[in-house]
């Protein structure tokens, strides 16, 4: 079955407000990365989280990674319209073995 | 320092033909994968080659193959082409693989018809 549960699928936000997107896995992981898509554009890496309970914050994104290693979560603080894409979680799923997989994705739309 | 170049930008190809894309790393790099991306399934994990030789392989038939060259580009070849393999192919690169920070490049987008 699925390893990676990333929710939810689409979020739409008026410009100003905030979002989240939730990486959740059924297994414990070494690591989990965050990537971002523009529409029409390839991923782009955003962070990585390594440790257990870590917190990291790039401006306005607010990054975590759960203390049993098993979510993640992803928080963009008052939204502008240059953060419209696909949020991707990523991580070496099934040992690596499958490679780094990747949930999902949350689109987000922000609407003026 | 120049990023991950995809060659060719887009491609389209009658069913039954065969394709070859190519993929430069960033230079260091020494890992790289390859991913298929469709509306329907999202980002797929194809295989990884590192040091010219192939460490992972995801769950796609052996129509899909890669390689590796000495200098760390890859080539990725689909044969006998399916209409369902449509999609963005994608290319990342890494200094060691997936613990590290992949960059894409820009992808190729293959049209079968």
């Known amino acids: 079955g699925q390893q990676v549960m990333q929710i939810p699928q689409y979020q739409h936000v008026q410009e100003g407000e905030d979002f989240t997107t939730y990486c959740n896995s059924s297994?414990?992981?070494?690591?989990i990365q965050w990537y971002k898509q523009r529409p029409g554009g390839h991923p782009v890496f955003l962070i990585q989280?390594?440790?257990s309970g870590e917190v990291k914050k790039q401006k306005r994104l607010t990054f975590q990674f759960g203390e049993a290693k098993k979510n993640s979560s992803l928080h963009i603080t008052a939204t502008q319209t240059t953060d419209v894409g696909t949020y991707f979680c990523?991580?070496?799923w099934g040992g690596g073995a499958d490679g780094l997989t990747f949930g999902k994705g949350t689109h987000l739309i922000i609407q003026p | 320092k120049a990023g991950v170049t995809q060659t060719p930008r887009y491609l389209i190809k009658t069913r039954g033909q065969q394709v070859t894309l190519s993929c430069s790393p960033i230079?260091?790099?020494?890992?790289v994968s390859w991913y298929q991306q469709t509306p329907g399934q999202g980002l797929q994990f194809l295989f990884e080659?590192?040091?010219?030789?192939?460490?992972n392989k995801g769950n796609f038939p052996g129509r899909f193959s890669g390689r590796q060259f000495s200098n760390s580009r890859s080539e990725m070849n689909v044969s006998t082409l399916e209409l369902g393999d449509s999609a963005l192919y994608l290319c990342?690169?890494?200094?060691?693989?997936?613990?590290?920070?992949?960059?894409f490049g820009q992808g190729t987008r293959l049209t079968v018809v």
């Open positions: 989280l390594v440790k």
């Open positions: 990523a991580g070496p």
């Open positions: 297994t414990t992981l070494s690591n």
């Open positions: 230079s260091g790099h020494r890992s």
């Open positions: 080659y590192f040091s010219e030789t192939q460490r």
């Open positions: 990342a690169s890494s200094f060691s693989g997936l613990d590290t920070e992949a960059f």
